[in-house]
């Protein structure tokens, strides 16, 4: 089983800053296939990046992924308020699919 | 407009069992795989398992399987995640999701989710 580790597991940003959120499979994952949710309180966790990089539909272009083999990341530019949430990485290089702990973006 | 809607919130006593349901709409139902996801209150993401509703072909998760039961009724376009002797452990946010394509590897299915049900929260308490 392919285990990920997202760090750090908070990120304490002022609006307008910029999230640098990292994610680190035991393995490498197959194709790059790694994707990033957004789940804000209180809501269903939403696809923002599939592929290590190609945004799903609707997803503002501040988001952006990066990545391959063990390392990826996923950068906000210029925060919004909208944007501080928990974010989690997903593997799907390999059966079982797994997810990462999760980071949370916060208000500075 | 992809939807996928969940059934409530449920609450029961530890050996008992429930189902929960998930309506699809807004696309063609039968033809995307839907995944189960479950959360535990506080904590992080664990996938449970798929099933494809066209020929309600299933795969669990390693640590799901014996554990959960996924089923589908294609004609009224609602999959169902099946929770049986329940224990205080499985209290959990449960969420329905659909898989937009996959990918087959050494025969396993995999893939992630584009669009998710808003989940139903499910607590064991006796």
């Known amino acids: 089983e392919s285990v990920l580790t997202q760090s750090p597991d908070t990120l304490s940003l002022s609006p307008g800053g910029r999230a640098t959120l990292s994610c680190r499979a035991s393995?490498?994952?197959?194709?790059?296939?790694l994707a990033w949710y957004q789940q804000k309180p209180g809501q269903a966790p939403r696809l923002l990046i599939y592929?290590?990089?190609s945004r799903a539909t609707g997803i503002p272009d501040r988001f952006s992924g990066s990545g391959s083999g063990t390392d990826f990341t996923l950068t906000i530019s210029g925060l919004e308020p909208e944007d501080f949430a928990v974010y989690y990485c997903?593997?799907?290089?390999?059966?079982?699919?797994?997810f990462g702990g999760g980071t949370k973006v916060e208000i500075k | 407009e992809v939807q996928l809607v969940q059934s409530g919130a449920e609450v029961r006593k530890p050996g008992e069992s429930l189902k929960i349901s998930c309506y699809g709409s807004?696309?063609?139902?039968?033809?995307?795989?839907i995944g189960w996801v479950r959360q535990v209150p506080g904590k992080g993401l664990e996938w449970m398992g798929f099933?494809?509703?066209?020929?309600?072909?299933?795969r669990y998760s390693p640590s799901f399987q014996g554990q959960a039961t996924i089923s589908v009724d294609k004609s009224i376009t609602t999959a169902y995640l099946q929770l049986s002797s329940l224990k205080a452990s499985d209290t959990a946010m449960y969420y329905c999701?659909?898989?937009?394509?996959?990918?087959?590897?050494?025969?396993?299915?995999?893939?992630?989710?584009?669009?998710w049900g808003q989940g139903t929260l499910v607590t064991v308490s006796s």
């Open positions: 999701a659909r898989v937009p394509y996959i990918v087959v590897l050494s025969g396993t299915i995999n893939s992630f989710f584009d669009s």
């Open positions: 807004g696309y063609s139902f039968s033809t995307y795989w």
């Open positions: 099933i494809y509703p066209a020929d309600s072909d299933t």
């Open positions: 393995q490498s994952v197959r194709s790059n296939y």
């Open positions: 592929g290590a990089s």
């Open positions: 997903q593997q799907y290089g390999s059966s079982p699919l797994t």
